[in-house]
Structure formats: C-alpha cells, structure tokens
C-alpha cells in the first residue's frame, strides 16, 4: 500500500442497521453489504468504515458492545465479517471498524465482573466514585439526558457514564483495560481491517477529581465537559496505542473528538508526533445551534460556516490533515440542513458535495448522502428509536415543554433522520427489507431511491462519481493550499486551492436567488465540474443560480 494511501481515499460510512436486510427479519446485516459491494465500488470509493457490528444488547444501536470479538447476531457471523473483507478487497474497497473504547456495555463481562465487588479483578477497569450524602458524586449530565452516574447496588457507589447508564466508562488510568484495548485492536487487525474510527476517542482521558461543571442557562446538569474533553493524559494514551499497535502498518485512523479546537487537531494527527491520521471535528456541525444543545434550534450564518472551514483548512494546511464531512448516523441530512429538499433538492445536494469535496483532507459519504435522501417526519414520538431522542422528549416534557416544539427539534435535528432504511427502489419498503422494517422508511422513496440515480446521468449518484474520480486525478485536491474568498458574503461559498502553478476557484451558491459573481482569472473553458447544465456567462461575469456550483481550473502562468 502507498504510505498514507488513505489521504487520496474516499470513505463511505454504513450504518448496518439501515443498509440492507438479506433475510426478510427487518434489519439490515452483513450478507446485505456483500450484496451491494458493487454498487459502492460502481460509486468509486475506497474505504468502507462500518458502524459497531458486535454483539450487543442495542440500547445505543451497537454502540454498547457486549463483546468486541464476536458479531452481533442480527448481523451475521464472524464468517460474514471475512467474507465481507476479502470481496471488498477483491474491488479494492479497504474495510474500517468502528472503535467503541470510551465506554462499553453495561452487559460486557467486564461490566458484570466489576460490579459485583470492590475488590473484582475488573473493578478497576471502570469509573467509581461515592456519593455526596444521597447525591451523585458531581453534578455532570449524561449526553442522552439525566446524570452521568449511576447507582450501584452490590458497591453501594455509584460508577460513571457519559452516555447511557448501559453505557459505562472505562478507566483508561488502568494499564490492564488499555493492553486489553490494545489486543482487541490487533485481533481485528490480524483479521485485515484497514483502520478504525474511533468512537468520542478524545473523552477517554477525564480529570481524576471529577468536579463540578458550570450549570448553563436552561440546563437541568452540570457541563463536566472541561473536565473529560481532551482530558490531562490524552496525547499520552494516543501515543501509548500507536507504539502499542497503530505502528504495525499505515493504518487509517479517525477519532471522533467533540469540543477539539484546531489546536487539539494538530496534536492527533501532525505526522510527526505518531497518534492518529485525523479527527472529527464538530464545529461546523454546531453552527445551527444554540451554545448549550444541539436541539435549540438557529439559523445557519453563511459567514460563519465559511470562516470556520477557513480555520481548519489553514490551520492543519502543512501540520495535520482534516477529514470533510457533512453527515453521518448521529447528523441530519445535509441536504434539508444547509440546502434545499424541496425544489432545489437535486441542485443543493450537488452543490454541498462540491463545496466540501474540494477542500483538503479525507471525505466521507455517508449512506444515502449519494442519492440526496431527506430528513423525515414522523407524526408519533414512538416511531423514532434513537435513546437520545425519546430520553430528550421524555426529560423535556416531564420539565413542561410544549409537545410541538419538542417534535420541531427532533424533525431538524434527531439522529433518526440519518437512520432510516437506505433507499434502493421503489418497491415496498424501499427495497430495504421484505419484512417490516426497524425503524420506518422515509415516505419519499418513491422518487428518491438508488434505482432511480442510477438510471439518470445527471443523478446526484453520478455527480458524486465524478467528485470521487476528481480527488484521483487532480493531486491539487490533496496537496494545495486553501484561500477562502468573499468572506462575509450570506449567500455564496467561494474558495481557491493553490498548489505550484495551478489553482481552482469554487464558487458555490447556498441561496434559491441568482447572484451575478465576476470572475477575473477564469474562462468558460476553464470548467472542471459544475451543477447545472450549461453555464451563465457574459463578459467574464458568472450568474450563479439557485444551488448553483462551478468550479475552474487554470494556469497561473499561462
Ligand atoms: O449524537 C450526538 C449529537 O447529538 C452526539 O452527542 C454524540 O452522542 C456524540 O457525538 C458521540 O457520538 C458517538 O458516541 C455515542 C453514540 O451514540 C454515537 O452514535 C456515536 O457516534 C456513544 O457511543
Ligand atoms: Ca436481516
């Protein structure tokens, strides 16, 4: 393999659940990927990295492992596993796990093992605390509602968990949880796995006193965040693994890090301090919300998205690298968040593609992405399955707020948006399953379905065939530089890429109105990619549609 191959890659993410479902039982699972390997090596990808696939008792779909070395049963078998790496390597798509090392299941052994006493071999591979009289230890809030402490009975303490209480945290301070993490690692290397997506990899170092946290206005918790957000011994723990494990082979590694700042980015993946290739940074991913939680909803800034993407294309540009995405199983759908799902669906969709897949760093599509599939409206609260949903409308409505209100933030913003069944043809269930599915298809599949793109040339499928095959060919993608133009412009996204004597301008519209842009450098013929048909252009003046993209490549010497 090529050194740092996974910087010329494109990865598409599968939330399994949701992909495709072989046997009529509702639920997708991995013959259900095998069957649609050449769709995605049709797509042109590289990497495939799958949500959780092991055992589990899905309180947080598969985000609370039971067991890191065994396959979920609804899912398939470990021989499903290898035949999925070996018929994805046959077409040249590498296979990237997902991580899940801040917390496990409250049903692993080691869970059931540590509670049961103080002085149990595994007790140490969780976090305990006593109690302040008959409160929790501190006043931190879990991110799926209520404390971040449960009570233990056997103990009589309490142990912590940032997400569900069927999600504990781990102690990353006990040497023996960090080899064991470090042997499941190699176990699913040895298997030939490419690399890992590395889930809230950043919260696994917290401050040993555990204090208090600011209450925010409107907030039932404490924000512990300061105190296990890139915690005091994170770098080391990152360092510790790539000795231990990340340095056997080039390995794509990705750590999802909420609350990083670039300066945190650069320490994860500058290439010289051997931690990770990248991070998930959140912050364009907060711009539509108010500062203490996702659901208090706000209008996107355009300003504010531009210049945010300025920061990390600058500030990693030489030091670090940046992975680019607009979704994935915890996001809404792009294209009903900062685009446009009703007439200009089809254009916007295309449009945020450009916009994003021309910025250095490593894409990620996330199922579905490629054909414009929309976020949902479900009328009852008991047709959406996320935990963080229903325990967000549970706690809501129990502190008096109005149901509607409620539900509007969960139709913009609630995870299920990006879980309903992938979208395949027009049949009965989308095509997902014969059976009845997990979570309700989206009603729009009539129109919006992989069956469809593939029939049309000008499907947003093709057009992100294109991009893909755009990031091979042009090394300007992966190598130049990033200057960001218009700035405080609320409507048009516009960039340039330098590297040696080539540059690329993009100009991006992310408005319904019509915007005339005067281009200085460019030639009609200079177009490398654009959104609509033909292009508007008089006397070196370009008339932006609504959701219109184009993007131009020239000489700067010529
Ligand atoms: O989903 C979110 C936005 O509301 C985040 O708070 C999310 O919980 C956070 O980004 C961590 O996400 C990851 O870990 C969670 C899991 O539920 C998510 O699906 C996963 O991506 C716990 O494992
Ligand atoms: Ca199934």
Not at 54 to 74: A, H, K, L, Q, V
Not at 231 to 252: A, C, F, N, T
Not at 473 to 495: K, Q, R
Not at 515 to 529: A, F, L, T, Y
Request: glycine share 6%.
């Amino acid at each position: 393999m090529e050194s740092n191959w996974w910087k010329k890659s494109v990865v598409y993410q599968i939330y399994p659940r949701s992909f495709n479902d072989s046997n009529g039982d509702g639920i997708g699972d991995l013959p259900g990927i095998i069957e649609k390997l050449d769709y995605l090596q049709k797509l042109g990808i590289d990497v495939l990295w799958l949500s959780p696939i092991f055992d589990s008792p899905n309180d947080d779909n598969g985000y609370d492992i039971r067991n890191y070395e065994t396959i979920m049963d609804e899912f398939g078998t470990m021989e499903d596993v290898e035949l999925l790496i070996s018929e994805a390597k046959k077409r040249g798509i590498h296979l990237v796990m997902d991580l899940v090392v801040n917390h496990t299941s409250d049903e692993h052994e080691w869970f059931a093992e540590a509670k049961k006493s103080k002085d149990n071999a595994y007790r140490d591979y969780y976090i305990w605390r006593e109690g302040e009289g008959s409160n929790p230890p501190n006043n931190w809030g879990s991110f799926f509602s209520g404390s971040a402490w449960e009570w233990n009975e056997p103990t009589q303490d309490y142990y912590l968990h940032l997400f569900s209480k069927k999600q504990p945290d781990l102690n990353w301070e006990s040497d023996s949880l960090r080899k064991a993490v470090y042997e499941m690692m190699h176990f699913w290397l040895n298997k030939g796995v490419a690399g890992f997506r590395m889930d809230v990899i950043n919260l696994i170092s917290k401050h040993p006193a555990l204090p208090n946290g600011p209450v925010h206005p409107g907030q039932l918790f404490g924000d512990g965040s300061p105190y296990y957000m890139n915690g005091p011994k994170i770098h080391d723990y990152m360092q510790e693994m790539h000795q231990e494990v990340l340095s056997r082979g080039d390995i794509l590694t990705v750590g999802e890090c909420p609350g990083a700042t670039t300066e945190d980015a650069a320490l994860f993946s500058d290439p010289n301090r051997n931690e990770l290739s990248m991070i998930f940074t959140f912050e364009h991913m907060s711009l539509d919300s108010g500062p203490y939680e996702k659901w208090d909803l706000r209008a996107l800034h355009l300003p504010k998205l531009k210049k945010n993407f300025r920061k990390w294309q600058t500030e990693l540009h030489g030091k670090g690298w940046n992975s680019l995405y607009w979704n994935n199983h915890d996001q809404p759908r792009i294209v009903s968040r900062f685009g446009n799902d009703t007439d200009y669906r089809v254009e916007s969709a295309k449009m945020l593609a450009t916009c994003l897949h021309f910025m250095q760093g490593t894409p990620y599509i996330y199922q579905g992405e490629e054909i414009g599939m929309t976020n949902v409206v479900f009328e009852s609260i008991e047709d959406y399955q996320d935990l963080e949903t229903r325990r967000m409308y549970d706690e809501k409505m129990a502190n008096g707020a109005v149901h509607e209100d409620v539900m509007q933030s969960i139709y913009v913003k609630g995870r299920d948006n990006a879980r309903t069944p992938m979208q395949w043809d027009d049949t009965a269930e989308a095509g997902f399953t014969t059976g009845t599915p997990w979570l309700k298809v989206n009603p729009n599949y009539k129109t919006i379905n992989v069956q469809e793109a593939l029939a049309s040339p000008n499907s947003i499928f093709a057009y992100y065939q294109s991009l893909i095959q755009l990031r091979k060919e042009l090394d300007i993608l992966t190598e130049g530089s990033f200057v960001l133009l218009l700035p405080d412009d609320e409507e048009i996204f516009a960039y340039q890429r330098h590297w040696q004597e080539e540059m690329l301008t993009v100009y991006c519209n992310f408005s319904a109105s019509t915007r005339d842009i005067s281009c200085v450098h460019e030639n009609e013929s200079d177009v490398v990619i654009k959104n609509y048909e033909t292009l508007e252009w008089h006397d070196n003046t370009l008339t932006l549609r609504p959701f219109e993209a184009v993007i131009f490549k020239f000489n700067k010497n010529a």
